[in-house]
């Protein structure tokens, strides 16, 4: 296993199209995160699972979005009718859910789909 | 409202100097920090972490300083080395109980040139 993989690197799409990206955490990772970067901060939440259950979103995550992780493995953020302003690089993270003390930071990033709508 | 601030949008420094980054937080709920490593074209990578309960983490050429009283923390690399040269991002956790994670809070990044 090398890590988290993003599939597709790079994604330009025109206004109003629907986009869908998807990502493969490390297999034993439990936990996992979608963030979007835009230019000059940082990572910005949007959504959290554990398995297959989305505990938590982001208000970040209009209506338009969506995000699915079945059976707890890959999971897919789809942006439907996609608007200039969603331009930004979507970045997914995994981890493994700590157990006793250990406190569950360390997340695994992935390389990042760069989306840019005309 | 930013939680996490990193005022140095860049910084430069001599290879075989110390570099020191910074970073400053509002939330005093946040109980953990992070320092990430970002290359171009690569995600962000974990470099360093600390608890609140302590003031100082060390790793090899990698120090982090926890001033809770001044909501302050810093990186410290020493010696700096060309290969150092990547953006980091501060970040501070804090526990939610409601959904049982650490939720991760990112500041806007410093990015760090050494040059040879």
């Known amino acids: 296993d090398t890590g988290v993989s993003q599939n597709p690197r790079h994604k330009i799409t025109k206004r109003g199209q629907n986009v869908t990206f998807r990502c493969d955490p490390i297999s034993e990772h439990n936990r996992l995160y979608w963030y979007r970067q835009t230019l000059g901060q940082g990572p910005e939440f949007l959504t959290y699972?554990?398995?297959?259950?989305?505990?938590?979103k982001s208000r970040l995550l209009s209506d338009r979005f969506s995000a699915e992780r079945p059976k707890g493995s890959f999971s897919t953020l789809e942006i439907q009718r996609t608007e200039q302003g969603d331009s930004a690089m979507y970045l997914c993270?995994?981890?493994?859910?700590?157990?006793?003390?250990?406190?569950?930071?360390?997340?695994?990033f992935g390389p990042g789909t760069r989306l840019t709508v005309l | 409202d930013q939680q996490v601030k990193q005022n140095s949008p860049s910084l430069s420094v001599q290879e075989g100097r110390i570099s020191i980054l910074n970073c400053d937080y509002t939330n005093s709920m946040f109980d953990y920090f992070l320092w990430y490593k970002k290359y171009p074209a690569e995600g962000p990578t974990f470099l360093i972490s600390?608890?609140?309960?302590?003031d100082k983490n060390e790793d090899g050429r990698f120090t982090v300083f926890l001033n809770k009283s001044a909501k302050h923390l810093s990186l410290h690399i020493v010696p700096s080395q060309p290969g150092d040269s990547a953006v980091y991002f501060c970040?501070?956790?804090?526990?939610?109980?409601?959904?049982?994670?650490?939720?991760?809070?990112f500041g806007p990044g410093t990015s760090l040139s050494v040059i040879p």
């Open positions: 970040a501070a956790s804090h526990f939610d109980m409601k959904t049982s994670y650490d939720k991760v809070i």
């Open positions: 993270a995994s981890s493994l859910e700590a157990r006793g003390r250990t406190r569950d930071n360390e997340q695994f």
């Open positions: 699972f554990q398995n297959e259950a989305q505990l938590e």
């Open positions: 600390i608890s609140s309960i302590k």
